[in-house]
């Protein structure tokens, strides 16, 4: 049986050592998909860009995002990380425990599925660059 230490282990493992800043726009877009993913549906309240010392979290039905946060490695990891315990709490209910082995495996998915997006995007992005490069 793997023990909820190393599927946290595996969780950070997923993740490349090198990836871009987190945008603002990029978070916002990103916990659109998350939600949807996530939760099977689509977040129709406000989102809002925070920073400083904030966690990402729903607050009286505004999604505050934190692309700027300096916890769990800032960036990317503590977006993807505070996503997940926002996203595990409401498809699981509050008496859920943050860090049990369930929701080591649902973070785990989570950063699969941004890696995914991302490299999807990347793609297109050098598509549509080539296209518009191409001489006439």
Do not use: C
């Not at 300096?70 to 503590?78: K, N, P, Q, S």
């Not at 950063?111 to 080539?130: D, F, H, I, P």
């Amino acid at each position: 049986m793997v023990s909820r230490k190393e599927w946290y282990a595996r969780v950070n493992a997923a993740w490349p050592a090198e990836l871009p800043p987190l945008t603002a726009d990029e978070a916002v877009k990103a916990a659109r998909k998350l939600w949807r993913w996530g939760l099977g549906e689509k977040y129709r309240s406000k989102i809002e860009v925070t920073s400083g010392n904030r966690y990402t979290w729903e607050r009286y039905g505004v999604l505050s995002v934190n692309p700027t946060s300096t916890r769990h490695g800032g960036g990317w990891d503590a977006f993807i990380h505070d996503m997940s315990h926002l996203l595990w709490r409401r498809a699981n209910g509050r008496d859920v425990k943050p860090h049990e082995k369930g929701h080591a495996k649902f973070e785990l998915s989570m950063r699969k599925e941004v890696l995914k997006s991302a490299a999807g995007s990347v793609a297109r992005s050098r598509k549509n660059r080539n296209r518009k490069s191409r001489p006439q």
